[in-house]
């Protein structure tokens, strides 16, 4: 007895309203969370946007992919159980509503109701009925007419869809919510469960994952990546899953045929797509399609939507410059964008990491926050730039070095060259830390857009061997302008070589740091200004003794040329902290590369079902109005009862249209 008192109890409890609310107002916080918080993202993005404190918690109750989560799938399968268990209860007296005319109505009950009628006729009935049946069925009304004991009753009713709605509403939950399991993968989730699938985790080949980690063509359900460079195919996708993922294989083989992109004027993509080639692994049908990002390929019930675009690792040609040895050098250097080299500079080797290639950049250099020495070369780019702020900047390579350590320094170089007041600049970011921002310097370039002068006057300024020349040279030209006298040249000269020794070890920070410790606070301007003027100086003898070096004629120090030298200084104030060599990025052949979404779905067509349900369910509860009207004839005796499921204007107004109706039929006067 106590446990079918427990049993019903918890039936009554599971199919209840209550519980179903409650329910569905959990299930809708956690699709809140869902919109808000961007789903299936790298787990470092997320460790870094929230902490490590707060992942662990997140992780574990599956906030980074709240729609296949367990409880979230748990949740589902039992507002599928309390609805169905709701219908259950209710359907039979909804359809005996739906069916029944409540002619059995008591004649008391029908006296009570808040719009009812009486008159008292002597009309033949037979003349009444007809005329009372013609206007119900001019109002829409469907009637049934019995002969009772107490006289003839006649029921009608109009609108009683409305109770179906209430049906349709539970439905389309059920249907929804049956479509969101089958989406959500839960045989898969069972079976990671149990133990007969893992996830993997480790960056590997994915011919290496195992079977374990790999999904079978059957698999009910996914939602995989697959990347394609042209020209290139795939059968698999990635199906990403906690910490790491699966390998989905796909029934069919994939070829990126050619992806093309339209841009806007500031570089902005405006329509990309896909042309691709899909093969029948079974029968070897071949479909070609154009895939969109909202326009998929549907392939064997398997969705394929563009979902991403980039390089599919494009060829670079650049040049190596290294811009600290006595003399400029430069080599060629063939790379390939999304892989990696090593090199040998110096006798240390090293390890090129190539990123993504992008032909397209909108930035916003303005706003950057150059770091150390960067800073002053960036400065007057904020002040002049002001007012154009972004831009297309043109292609750019990301990369990174790395030592035999594993340190890494990461650089993002550009191919078009930086335009400002009339001078071009060669634009290169540098950053010791991921997430950091760039910090970026400039590299003058000459007449012919090249940074070989730049250079040979980097190689001049930073050889030793030279000082004492570029000293020489100043002290000669101070001597010529007056600027000194003979006694005090041997002086000058010293403190040229002294002011290029400070230079060459930290650039404009080094002079600064020995202001600050050595030259008293109320001295430092005047001797900061004594120093800039000797730098100036031999900045401009280091870029004839470069000129001459190479065979070339020396450069007439005007406006123009002081600018490209004084441009110059700040670069390569910058050189300590950027590193001593300088790899420019000088021509490119693109290589585009395609995302794919692929999508089985098989509860798509569920939820589709169970919107249209939604809809009507809403429709018929909202806009159908369910109307019951009673007509009992008796003995000299007429009484018009009306019920409806609205108690508002229209009601009132309907019911004295009716009463209005039988008056007229009978020319009687209504009784109280």
């Known amino acids: ?19 179903a609310i409650s329910l569905l107002v959990i299930i809708m916080v956690a699709a809140v969370i869902g919109t808000v918080l961007q789903q299936n993202q790298p787990y470092s993005n997320y460790i870094v946007e929230f902490g490590e404190f707060w992942f662990k918690p997140f992780e574990a109750i599956g906030l980074f992919d709240v729609y296949h989560a367990g409880w979230f799938l748990g949740m589902l ?32 009950s029908l006296r009570a109701m808040s719009h009812q009628a009486a008159w008292q006729s002597e009309a033949p009935t037979a003349d009444l009925l007809d005329q009372a049946q013609g206007w119900l069925r001019s109002q829409g009304y469907r009637f049934k007419q019995i002969e009772r004991d107490d006289g003839l009753m006649l029921a009608a009713k109009k609108g009683s869809l409305q109770r179906l709605g209430y049906l349709f509403a539970h439905m389309a939950i059920v249907v929804i919510c049956i479509g969101g399991l089958l989406d959500g993968n839960l045989p898969l989730k069972l079976q990671v469960l149990f133990g007969s699938k893992d996830v993997e985790t480790r960056d590997v080949p994915q011919s290496q994952v195992p079977a374990r980690s790999r999904l079978s063509t059957s698999n009910l359900s996914f939602r995989g990546n697959l990347d394609l460079a042209e020209g290139s195919s795939g059968d698999i996708a990635f199906v990403a899953s906690g910490r ?38 079974a029968s070897g049908k071949v479909i ?32 190596l410059w290294d811009w600290s040895a006595g003399q400029p050098v430069s080599q060629p250097l063939q790379a390939r964008s999304l892989s990696s080299q090593p090199i040998n500079w110096r006798g240390q080797p090293l390890t ?45 390579i990301q990369f990174k070095v790395r030592d035999r350590a594993g ?49 040979r006057f980097a190689s001049a300024l930073g050889d030793k061997a030279s000082w004492p020349e570029i000293a020489r040279r100043t002290a000669e030209r101070a001597l010529q302008g007056k600027a000194i006298t003979g006694p005090f040249r041997p002086e000058f000269e010293q403190s040229v070589n002294w002011v290029l020794q400070r230079y060459s070890e930290g650039g404009m920070a080094a002079l600064e740091s020995f202001l600050d410790a050595k030259v008293p606070a109320d001295k430092r301007q005047a001797v900061a200004q004594t120093y800039i003027k000797l730098l100036q100086g031999a900045a401009v003898e280091a870029m004839n003794l470069a000129q001459e070096r190479a065979g070339l004629a020396p450069i007439d120090i005007d406006e123009k040329q002081f600018r490209f030298v004084l441009d110059s200084l700040v670069a390569v104030s910058a050189r300590n902290d950027y590193g001593g060599f300088y790899l420019q990025l000088t021509g490119f ?33 909202f806009y159908i109005r369910e109307n019951r009207l009673w007509l009992w004839l008796g003995k000299q005796e007429v009484l018009l009862a009306f019920s409806s499921n609205r108690r508002d204007q229209q009601t009132e107004q309907e019911f004295n249209a009716h009463r209005t109706a039988m008056a007229a039929m009978q020319g009687v006067k209504e009784s109280s």
């Open 244 to 281: 790491g993922y699966f390998v989905q294989e796909l029934p069919f083989l994939v070829k990126l045929k050619r992806f093309h992109v339209e841009h806007y004027s500031t570089g902005q993509p405006k329509l990309f797509a896909s042309d691709i080639e899909v093969t029948d692994k």
């Open 1 to 19: 007895m106590r446990r079918s008192s427990f049993g019903r109890a918890l039936f009554e409890l599971i199919s209840s309203m209550r519980f």
């Open 288 to 319: 070609s399609g154009t895939t969109t990002v909202n326009h998929p390929v549907v392939v064997n019930g398997i969705a394929i939507y563009q979902s991403s675009f980039g390089d599919g690792g494009s060829p670079l040609q650049m040049t």
């Open 407 to 455: 340190q890494a320094r990461e650089y993002l170089n550009y191919l078009a060259p930086f335009e400002e007041e009339g001078r071009y600049y060669q634009i290169s970011g540098l950053r010791s830390e991921v997430g950091a921002p760039f910090g970026f310097v400039r590299i003058p370039l000459d007449g012919e857009m090249r940074p070989d002068t730049f250079m």
């Open 77 to 108: 399968a039992f507002l599928v159980a309390s609805t169905s268990l709701c219908i259950y209860r209710h359907l039979p007296g909804v359809l005996r509503d739906v069916q029944q005319y409540r002619e059995q109505a008591a004649l008391k």
């Open 352 to 396: 090129l990491e190539f990123g993504e290639f992008r032909p397209f950049n909108i930035e916003n250099l303005a706003d950057e926050k150059p770091a150390g020495e960067m800073r002053s070369a960036m400065q007057d780019a904020r002040e002049v730039k002001a007012k154009k702020r972004v831009k297309n900047v043109g292609p750019s």
């Open 589 to 621: 052949t693109e290589v585009k590369s395609s995302g794919f979404q692929m999508t089985r779905s098989p509860g798509e067509p569920l939820v589709f079902i169970g919107s249209v349900l939604l809809v009507a369910g809403i429709f018929c509860m």
